[in-house]
């Protein structure tokens, strides 16, 4: 078995998955003082990743996500194993990074013109905002098919023998074709709490006062 994520990618994924569902439910039953924390939470946990992705392990590094067109379609087609994200998988990954950082920031411009106003919408135009908040609505649908795909290519490579899942849990990957320099996820951590202090300073306290 071959160590091939570090603690804080394995973390990352996992703490993605509870934001982003709780980022759904709140923002469809109108809780939106949790729905701004998770936002802000989520937009510091994706900078510690792209942080992370420049000084990190060698397969957290943003450099390795990027593939020819020749070397994804070789992978779709493929049963071989990769260390750390294929070239398909690496695809998948930046496709997610893309829609859920339009996501985040655009929420950052939106208004409901009533109660809700994110806590950028003051500084731009008012047909800026209306953009960011037709974006922000029609982008969560294109990030919710997102996620299906995610999760069929997950049951097929299961089908294939990867257990990718398995993998995210534990960080060990077995018949490794080699073996990735590692390096302690404890900083990335500590990145992504620095940044989520941040911003929650910044930004976070009225909805904070509103969830005490």
């Known amino acids: 078995m071959t160590k091939v994520w570090d603690g804080f990618i394995r973390g990352f994924h996992w703490l993605l998955v509870a934001g982003l569902v ?20 989520l937009l510091a946990l994706m900078a510690a990743r792209l942080i992370w992705g420049v000084i990190g392990s060698q397969t957290a590094k943003l450099s390795a996500l990027f593939h020819s067109p020749k070397a994804i379609l070789s992978a779709i087609k493929s049963k071989q194993s990769h260390v750390g994200h294929n070239p398909a998988g690496s695809l998948m990954v930046l496709l997610f990074f893309v829609l859920i ?11 409901d013109d009533i109660l809700v106003e994110g806590p950028l919408a003051q500084y731009v135009s008012y047909d800026l905002v209306e953009l960011a908040g037709d974006i922000h609505h029609t982008n ?23 257990n990718l899942v398995k993998t995210l849990v534990t960080g060990k990957q077995e018949n490794a074709v080699s073996t990735p320099v590692m390096k302690s996820g404890v900083v990335a951590y500590l990145i992504f ?5 941040l911003l929650l300073f910044t930004w976070g306290a009225e909805p904070l006062q509103g969830l005490m």
């Open 193 to 197: 709490i620095a940044l989520s202090a």
């Open 101 to 111: 950082l339009i996501q985040l920031v655009s929420g950052l411009m939106t208004t």
């Open 140 to 162: 969560i649908e294109l990030l919710i098919a997102a996620i299906a795909l995610h999760i069929f290519a997950i049951v097929v490579y299961r089908l294939k023998g990867q």
């Open 22 to 41: 709780t980022l759904y439910i709140t923002g469809e039953e109108g809780m939106m003082d949790l729905h701004f924390v998770t936002g802000y939470l």
